[in-house]
């Protein structure tokens, strides 16, 4: 059973003795009260000053400890029922402590695989953009891109190529019949690239967990890159094969 704190009882009993003296009580009187306080529980109006209402001191005292209704004390007649410090049903109650509601609220953060927009995503982003930008301004300063002249039709140049990002395209023509190079091929290709989330269900971001995904994209990237160099370095006049460091570098951009 937890005891009322020494401080505590101290500040009651001088309450009680300043309320007994300004009820004209005597001295003797003031004095048993006081010593008697933490032992017999009485019921006297609380002034102002006093902090603890009695009943609260009252519910604090062990239930062993209380007198019984039968010994003589100076029980009031409102205490005569259940002992002081029992609820209605027998269960012993006391008085702990009052404590904020700020100390003990739960702090723990529950785990969670989300990030906020702003300013995780954002801030990458503009980092990105930033980087890129850079990297444009400089690459258009050191190389020199000037624009052609005008079309001429009596006068083809050769070879003739496609942008780059057409020359993956250029290079599969002269493999296959058009059929196969411009439809068949990159309709496969698309095709696989639409189907892959529905065949890798794995919800896992993690690469070594997605590596059918991971393949997938790699196998199509480096085919498509590797067309795309052969037809920009390693195709001469007439769209021949030539090695760039003995025909020369056929590509302007």
Avoid: C
């Amino acid at each position: 059973m937890v005891e009322i704190p020494e401080h505590l009882r101290k500040r009651a009993e001088a309450a009680r003795a300043k309320a007994e003296a300004a009820k004209g009580g005597s001295a003797t009187s003031e004095t048993k009260e006081t010593e008697t306080v933490a032992d017999t529980p009485s019921e006297t109006p609380s002034s102002g000053d006093e902090k603890i209402p009695a009943h609260l001191l009252d519910r604090g005292v062990p239930a062993g400890n209380q007198p019984s209704i039968s010994e003589p004390s100076d029980v009031p007649p409102a205490q005569s029922g259940p002992q002081a410090g029992q609820g209605p049903d027998g269960h012993n109650q006391r008085l702990l402590t009052v404590v904020k509601a700020g100390s003990i609220q739960d702090v723990k953060t529950t785990p969670t695989d989300k990030v906020h927009v702003w300013p995780h995503l954002l801030i990458a982003e503009f980092l990105a953009a930033l980087a890129i930008t850079l990297f444009t301004t400089l690459f258009s300063i050191v190389v020199n891109a000037p624009l052609l002249e005008l079309a001429d039709f009596n006068r083809t140049p050769n070879p003739s190529k496609a942008p780059w990002y057409f020359l993956g395209l250029q290079e599969l023509l002269t493999m296959f019949h058009p059929m196969v190079a411009g439809v068949t091929i990159p309709g496969m290709g698309i095709f696989l690239l639409i189907m892959a989330p529905f065949i890798d269900k794995n919800p896992s971001n993690k690469p070594e967990h997605r590596k059918f995904a991971i393949s997938l994209m790699t196998v199509h990237l480096m085919f498509w890159a590797v067309l795309v160099m052969i037809g920009s370095f390693f195709r001469g006049p007439g769209f021949n094969f030539v090695f760039p460091w003995e025909g020369g570098l056929f590509f302007e951009l």
